[in-house]
């Protein structure tokens, strides 16, 4: 029989209004460390590679995704394709309205040009708006000997002060931002453009007769870096290593995670006795401990998944509650009325969180407690009853606290 309380689920027979350990199998074991077959390491261990020309010349695979590293700086991870040539792309979102130049209106002919990838300069940080090679066009402006469109322009040749040309910049995923300018030229010309609030998308509009909004100089970037292991990969970058990102990519927050194959964002514990494992001890002369070498972690909530037992193992177990896993930061026991022998600890020692989650006790007869360290990042909680526990109350919440700031 299975009970859900308080948001957990209870296996066995509810005594009092315990909350208990998740149920099933025995925790899973480490996934192996198989590498995605679409994307290949960087040059890890050795020189971190800064583009595809150096990859290239390392003589690994070209025509795929490598994770390359801005400045030969492990904290500025990107994940580009690689061309044959030894070329530097992105990848860009695709879609209806993103990534696409026109120009419109020419006596009655138009062109549009739409990227899938753009080359970039990892030495200079610029887009090179004019490389076509992983572009589409259509149509063309024959007057002109004119069948493609510069990344990020938009013109027109209708009338006086029109502007009906449009184009979009998405660099939306990519741990880069837009730092360029758009300036409007041309006779009569009108237009501009307009930057989301994290620099990332820009829509332009452009023309006049004829007229254009097109980058003022040169295409630059500045790097805000990845803001979790989702999006590493839907970059296409090698998963089962670590990376530095930086939590809503903001630059002056920095941290290292685990990304996992799938994409799950984990955080590397301290480990060692009596550090990061929970335990409920003492049903029936029956105990089941569980110790985590990392935890999943939920960027955008700042929230820590507990029963997420990927890479915890677990000794012991429960049968009669079908129980083989403790959830992490719980402590509890079925010893006797007013007992807390079980013992848990949540340790985030190197991290650049803290804990900002609070405990609970519950159960029947229910006894026990948490105590914080003056720095927020160690939790020791106890707890028991007959039976009962102490476990997080609520959302197992963080939050970013980095002692040396960029």
Sequence with gaps: ?????????????????????????????????????AAV??????????????????GLPMDRNHVLYLNAEFSKPYIAFCDAEGGTYLTLPTGEGRNFSQYINVAGKSVSTTWNRVRFD???????????????????????????????????????????GRANVDLTGLPFAVTANWRTDGYYAAGGSTKSSNDQVVDISGGGYCGNTAVDGAFTLSYVGYGSCDAVAAAGGTQDQDYT????????????????????????LPTGAGRNFSQYINVAGKSVSTTWNRVRFDPATQTLDIEDFRFATSTGGIPQWDTYTVVYGMAGDC????????????????????????WRTDGYYAAGGSTKSSNDQVVDITGGGYCGNTAV????????????PR
């Excluded at 390491?41 to 390392?58: I, M, N």
């Excluded at 022998?341 to 900002?356: E, I, M, R, S, Y």
């Excluded at 109350?393 to 040396?404: E, H, K, L, P, Q």
């Design 41 to 58: 390491q960087s040059l890890v261990p050795g020189p971190l590679a800064v583009s595809c020309a150096e990859v290239k010349a390392a």
């Design 393 to 404: 109350d609520g959302a197992f919440t963080v939050s970013y606290r980095n002692r040396f």
């Design 335 to 358: 010893s006797g009325f007013n007992s807390s022998a079980g013992h848990a600890n949540v340790d985030l020692t190197g991290l650049p969180f803290v804990v900002t989650a609070n």
């Design 122 to 164: 990892p030495a200079t940080q610029t887009l090179d708006i004019e490389d076509f090679r992983f572009a589409t066009s259509t149509g063309g402006i024959p007057q002109w000997d004119t069948y493609t469109v510069v990344y990020g322009m938009a013109g027109d040749c209708s009338h006086f002060n029109s502007s009906a």
């Design 1 to 37: 029989m299975s009970n859900r309380i308080n948001g957990r689920l209870l296996c066995g027979a509810l005594v009092g209004s315990m909350s208990l350990v998740a149920c099933g199998p025995k925790a899973e074991e480490p996934a192996s460390e198989v590498k995605d077959s």
């Design 245 to 268: 990102l930086y939590l809503g990519q903001d630059s002056n927050k920095p941290y290292e995670a685990y990304c996992a194959t799938g994409g799950g964002t984990y955080l590397t």
